[in-house]
């Protein structure tokens, strides 16, 4: 260890419930079998819906809001980068610009409400309708579903939280937002905002 570097205890009163670490096993295995998208959506969709049907496991530092904008916290990344669970948290008032992905994506309510409107590919643009997501419920999106769409928090009275699963590491995927007037694409790459992640091995079962 280098001189001066500080070691931290792991609390295990820190750690979160097996919940997640149950997921990331799980999905693990799923991505490890392979397949075609949807074979692997079908499967993985359940699981998210089991994660997020249950809203005692995700520690308080990766469910703060932040005042200036919405908060992408990794919780856990695949090695190989197949796949990425992110917790997504908004204030009230808080929604993305209008934006894709690039690979599937699955969105888990955990807490609050989300309203995600739906667009046809760039250039049109064309408003597809929305969706309200509430606890337990379960939204997809990719490049061969339908990719666009801009998201908002539907509640203007507390915070709102979901649960991200990516067909890759989303944080890192150059991907695009789109002026919703022009249809001008902007290249992005999203980042996470945290800079440790939730110690998922030594929580209680
Ligand atoms: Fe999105």
């Known amino acids: 260890m280098a001189q ?37 959506l079908a499967v993985m969709t359940p699981l998210l819906a089991a994660l997020v049907g249950t809203d005692d496991w995700l520690p308080p530092e990766f469910a703060a809001p932040s005042p200036d904008r919405y908060c992408q916290y990794l919780l856990h990344c695949d090695p190989l980068e197949r796949f990425s669970v992110v917790s997504f948290v908004w204030a009230p008032g808080q929604h993305t610009p209008v934006h894709d992905h690039t690979v599937w994506g699955l969105i888990g309510q955990l807490r609050g409400a989300e309203r995600a409107e739906r667009f046809t590919p760039p250039p049109e643009l064309r408003p597809l309708g929305a969706d309200l997501l509430e606890p337990g419920m379960v939204g997809a999106v990719s490049p061969s579903i339908g990719d666009v769409h801009r998201v908002c928090n539907a509640l203007d009275d507390r915070a709102s939280i979901s649960i991200h699963v990516y067909g890759g590491n989303i944080g890192r995927i150059p991907r695009h937002t789109f002026d919703p007037l022009t ?10 905002v945290n800079a440790v992640l939730p110690n998922i091995w030594s ?3």
Not at 7 to 36: I, Q
Not at 183 to 192: C, I, L, Q
Request: hydrophobic share 40%; charged share 30%.
């Open 4 to 40: 001066g570097q500080k070691l931290v205890a792991v609390r295990p009163d820190a750690c979160c419930p097996g919940r997640l670490r149950d997921f990331v096993v799980a999905a693990t295995r799923v991505v490890e079998r392979g397949g075609a998208e949807p074979d692997v």
């Open 203 to 205: 929580a209680a079962p």
């Open 183 to 192: 249809g001008e694409a902007k290249r992005f790459v999203s980042g996470y």
